[in-house]
């Protein structure tokens, strides 16, 4: 008797979508199954190790750089595998999420690299998932066009030779997918996200030259990579394309990964592309990892936490020092401004602010950076020409000038600033413009004149959660309390509804986002990631 057919994937509680059935193809939701059998076992492991370490640091309030793998960092021998043509150049890259009209603007940017972002950029909505697989598919095709309803614009891919390279960003481990499901359990988001594209791409990309590059988000250790390593050879042996072909690169932005860089382009080596260091997520792995540390791991407001502060100095720099040591690329983190077509003063301002930090990155090392505008594009590429002039990157740059103990990436107590009583306002209210749009379907957001994605959210209830729990007391006397989140949060809300109306504010999710901020802000249970409540909210 002949063994069963394995179980199919099962589509739940979603609405079908128009040309879905071009994404969720027979052969690929079985490519999917297939991910998920053979690797979500161990990606449930993981978890429960993050969980495992998380204690011993609220046990110790300390980290170090790993015994086990001295002799990894020690060993001067290996290196990640040479930069694809693609990737050589990396000197700006623009982020954002895979909806029509960002796909052709991104492509068209003039940037070398569009981060294709299924992660911190994009709300998971069962639409956003399928139909940004199939706008990437359309992309790569070349049969995506858009017009603008309102306006009536009208947008179509520039040549082939213009366009940015892709790098897509799959979800983090800790996500699922509730709408895909195999006898009732749900798929990572993250085998989601990078099987279909893998499946329905990889052969399509090598073809035309580039290839399937992923960037890797929240990466907590080097067995995380490796578990990705082990996705990869089994992807790449699954579709018949020769191993190595995939590339990834990771964000160092966990404080725990800031620790294990080596060991994570080790692990990765056959598939390494390089580093990248992610600013707000890196603060908010802070927070969550030494909350209970007491006041010498209390930030001060965000806006105050530059790339200039001494740990984050030490971070950056440690990154560009381990990447150019092994061959990797090191990319920079991201200018988040949105110019305004109405201030030009304002955007003197902040284009000069963006172009001391491209500037900073291209001098300390770096190799690329982000931005979240096509605006800013020429601004960072400017840095990164007077630096790079012809080279496609600056890796013989060894660094070898740095060095960073393991108690520099945690002297929070360097910073000489605290927290004010505007932070915890601007918490609030970027909190809870932020949460409204997500929910909504919306992971990229303009609010303030800045790009926010899910990561501004960690940040702003993390800190909110800290400045309470580690009793602070504002410039004006006022204590960090339960109590006066409440008070700023009600005034928050009552703002919005007078600046956009009744009708408007009744129409949106203001006061689920209200509620929802309160709700990981105050829980004395502190929730690992904001987006695990609010997908349950998710429509």
């Known amino acids: 008797m002949s063994a069963p057919a394995p179980s199919p994937l099962a589509i739940v509680d979603a609405e079908p979508l128009p040309r879905q059935d071009e994404v969720l193809t027979d052969a690929a939701l079985a490519f999917v199954a297939e991910l998920h059998r053979q690797f979500t076992p161990r990606r449930d492991e993981l978890l429960a190790r993050r969980g495992e370490r998380r204690a011993e640091i609220a046990r110790t309030s300390t980290l170090d750089f790993l015994p086990e793998t001295a002799a990894i960092r020690a060993d001067d021998s290996w290196k990640v595998a040479p930069a694809p043509a693609a990737l050589n150049d990396r000197r700006v890259e623009i982020t954002g999420p895979t909806d029509r009209k960002m796909t052709i603007n991104a492509l068209n940017s003039g ?28 992309a790569y095709t070349r049969s995506i066009d858009f017009t603008d309803p309102k306006s009536g614009k009208s947008y179509a891919l520039r040549p082939a030779d213009e366009l940015a390279t892709v790098v897509t960003r799959p979800r983090g481990w800790h996500l ?55 996705i990869f050879v089994f992807a790449q042996d699954y579709v018949g394309i020769p191993q190595g072909t995939v ?7 966990t404080i725990t990964a800031a620790y294990e860089m080596e060991e994570i382009l080790y692990e990765l080596r056959d598939h390494a592309s390089g580093l990248n260091a992610g600013r707000w997520d890196y603060l908010f792995s802070i927070v969550k990892n030494f909350r209970d540390g007491g006041s010498k791991f209390v930030l001060p407001d965000r806006n105050a936490v530059t790339m200039t502060a001494p740990f984050m100095r030490a971070y950056t720099e440690l990154l560009v020092r381990t990447c150019h040591r092994r061959g990797a690329h090191a990319i920079g983190g991201m200018a988040a ?42 601004i960072a590429m400017a840095s990164f020409d007077a630096v790079l002039g012809a080279k496609p990157n600056q890796k013989e740059r060894l660094r070898e000038d740095v060095a960073v103990a393991a108690g520099d990436l945690i ?28 929910l909504r379907g919306m992971g990229a ?47 928050e ?26 709700q990981v802000s105050l829980d004395q249970d502190y929730a690992d990631f904001l987006t695990l409540p609010a997908y349950e909210q998710l429509g």
């Open 247 to 253: 590339r990834a690169t990771v964000l160092i932005e």
């Open 111 to 138: 940037a070398k690299v569009w981060l294709a972002d299924f992660e911190d950029a994009s709300a998971p909505t069962w639409e956003n998932v399928v139909l940004g697989q199939l706008n990437l598919i359309d």
């Open 411 to 438: 002297a929070i107590d360097t910073l000489d600033a605290r927290p004010t009583y505007d932070g915890l306002h601007n918490a609030v209210a970027v909190g809870i413009r932020y949460i409204e749009a997500w």
């Open 337 to 378: 401004f949105i110019p305004s077509r109405r201030d030009a003063e304002v955007n003197k301002v902040a284009f000069e602010k963006v172009k001391a930090d491209k500037d900073r990155e291209a001098n300390d090392g770096f190799d690329g950076s982000w931005v979240a505008h096509p605006d800013l594009v020429p």
């Open 176 to 230: 699922n997918e509730r709408h895909l499901q195999l006898d009732g359990t749900p798929v990572p988001g993250a085998l989601v996200d990078f099987g279909l594209y893998f499946f329905h791409n990889a052969q399509r990309l090598t073809d035309l030259g580039n290839g399937p590059y992923f960037y890797l988000p929240k990466t907590e250790s080097h067995l995380e990579a490796r578990l990705w390593n082990d």
């Open 445 to 491: 957001v303009a609010i303030f004149n800045l790009m926010e994605d899910a990561a501004t959210a960690e940040i702003s209830r993390s800190q909110i959660w800290q400045w309470i729990n580690a009793d602070v007391v504002f410039e004006n006397g006022k204590h960090a309390t339960a109590e006066l989140a409440r008070e700023v949060a009600a005034e």
């Open 493 to 518: 809300l009552a703002a919005i509804r007078t600046e956009i109306g009744d009708e408007a504010f009744i129409a949106g999710k203001w006061q689920q986002a209200h509620d929802l901020l309160l």
